[in-house]
């Protein structure tokens, strides 16, 4: 029976979503409604779960997502995120672009969400593609895939944070481990997967001199942008300080007042409040941008967030919602009745849900509400069950998928050619995701 209401509720949520077009954290709420009674809550408390889910979630995410959107929007506004793409292309050259993009990628995609990542890099390659007449295509995906690869594993992005938040992992551990799983995830999605798929479908290797979805592709004058090298230490200033403090708390004693310092200095709100203060010199004070424009700069950043806060408050409560009903332990204790790792249980299930409601981030928040008690219940590693949720948040990306009709648009394909190369593209991050994690659950 609780299974049953499991689907029902994940039926009704993706009916109020796909059929009906109603907003999704309106149909969050409503599901998390209808489960709760469902479930047996006490009528008095359902509300009070329902508010304490989305209170509590937003409390453990909103510093470090809205601070993370505000120093993203200042590294592409000052027209950083250009700098950082032509100098890589520069000093790597014709013969390496791939790799020059992958890693512009990387780093923008340590600031900046996949959506807000695919919007400020597709104009600099479509640039550079049409200069030197090379097809798109040979550098989209490869961009695309590092992005939807740094968006789905590495905090400071909503989804990978959230869960960390939720399975009480330690979130530098999280940034180290995800780098790890994400370089040959990357390779793999990226590289490779455009080689196959350019020598079955070279009808979308087309060189293009324009894409409508882009109109006037804006260029910034390299010479008024801030220098590669701030650009990127402003851009990776978060995890610098988030990674150190994780490696050097295995090396300082705890006893220390400097274990205190770093420990405190490493803690993600105040990483991510130093490096937007940061941000704001370096890419606002520093260009010369006053501070009215900063603002307007910083408010247009949470505007573009503040859908996406709601939507992840509204995952929240239903993952309260299930746990407070029992169901993180129902299923919990099946799957140890069935002796299979932790590790792919979590992936199926965020998989499922992923391909079912479209929303990495609901589909991520979900199958970690689900799966939380599996790691007290089997002594699973908390940072890589967040990676294996990460990686199950990303598989089968199709039509009710906003990222999929972005890509439609953006890269100018068809229906058929998004479901020919975007969706295989997403299954492939997501098992190869999941396979990097199971590899390097063997040494952690």
């Known amino acids: 029976m609780p299974l049953?209401?499991?689907i029902l509720g994940v039926a009704l949520l993706i009916f109020l979503i796909t059929k009906l077009e109603l907003n999704t954290f309106v149909s969050l709420i409503i599901t998390s409604f209808v489960v709760a009674l469902l479930l047996g809550i006490p009528l008095d408390e359902v509300p009070t779960t329902i508010t304490d889910g989305l209170g509590s979630q937003l409390g453990d995410l909103a510093?470090?997502?809205?601070?993370?959107?505000?120093?993203?929007?200042l590294v592409s506004d000052s027209g950083?995120?250009?700098?950082?793409?032509?100098?890589?292309?520069?000093?790597?050259?014709?013969?390496?672009?791939?790799?020059?993009?992958i890693l512009a990628s990387f780093i923008i995609g340590l600031a900046l969400f996949f959506e807000v990542g695919l919007v400020v890099l597709l104009?600099?390659?479509?640039?550079?593609?049409?200069?030197?007449?090379?097809?798109l295509m040979e550098l989209a995906i490869p961009m695309a895939a590092t992005l939807n690869v740094m968006h789905g594993f590495i905090p400071p992005h909503p989804a990978p944070t959230a869960i960390a938040g939720v399975f009480n992992a330690n979130i530098g551990q999280v940034i180290l481990y995800g780098v790890i799983v994400a370089i040959p995830t990357v390779i793999i999605s990226g590289p490779v997967y455009n080689r196959f798929l350019r020598k079955r479908f070279s009808q979308i290797y087309q060189v293009k001199d324009e894409i409508p979805a882009l109109g006037k592709v804006?260029?910034?004058?390299?010479?008024?942008?801030?220098k590669f090298g701030i650009s990127v230490f402003t851009a990776m200033m978060p995890v610098i300080l988030i990674g150190l403090s994780t490696i050097l708390e295995f090396i300082i004693s705890e006893q220390t007042v400097v274990y205190q310092i770093v420990n405190f200095i490493g803690n993600p709100d105040f990483a991510m409040l130093l490096s937007l203060l940061f941000a704001i010199y370096t890419m606002g004070i520093h260009q010369n941008t006053s501070m009215k424009e900063i603002g307007?700069?910083?408010?247009?950043?949470i505007v573009q967030i503040a859908g996406m806060l709601l939507i992840i408050g509204g995952g929240g409560a239903f993952k309260e919602v299930l746990v407070s009903g029992g169901i993180s332990d129902y299923i919990s204790g099946i799957f140890s009745g069935l002796?299979?790792?932790?590790l792919l249980a979590a992936w199926l299930v965020t998989a499922i849900l992923r391909v079912s409601l479209g929303s990495s981030t609901v589909?991520?928040?979900t199958g970690a509400g689900l799966m939380g008690s599996l790691i007290a219940s089997t002594g699973a590693n908390p940072a890589l069950m967040v990676l294996a949720v990460g990686a199950g948040s990303v598989f089968g990306g199709h039509v009710n998928d906003a990222g999929f009709w972005m890509v439609k648009e953006y890269f100018d394909f068809s229906l058929k050619e998004t479901f020919t190369a975007w969706t295989p593209l997403t299954c492939v991050i997501g098992v190869v995701g999941l396979l990097s994690v199971l590899t390097l659950s063997i040494f952690v």
Request: net charge positive; hydrophobic share 50%.
């Open 80 to 101: 950083g995120g250009q700098r950082i793409a032509h100098t890589l292309i520069d000093k790597f050259g014709y013969k390496r672009i791939q790799i020059a993009v």
């Open 123 to 135: 104009p600099i390659i479509f640039i550079i593609a049409r200069e030197i007449r090379m097809p």
């Open 363 to 365: 589909a991520a928040l």
């Open 4 to 6: 049953l209401i499991v």
């Open 218 to 226: 804006e260029e910034f004058d390299l010479n008024k942008t801030p």
């Open 63 to 73: 510093i470090i997502f809205g601070m993370g959107s505000m120093l993203g929007k």
């Open 296 to 301: 307007d700069t910083l408010e247009n950043a």
């Open 339 to 342: 002796n299979i790792s932790p």
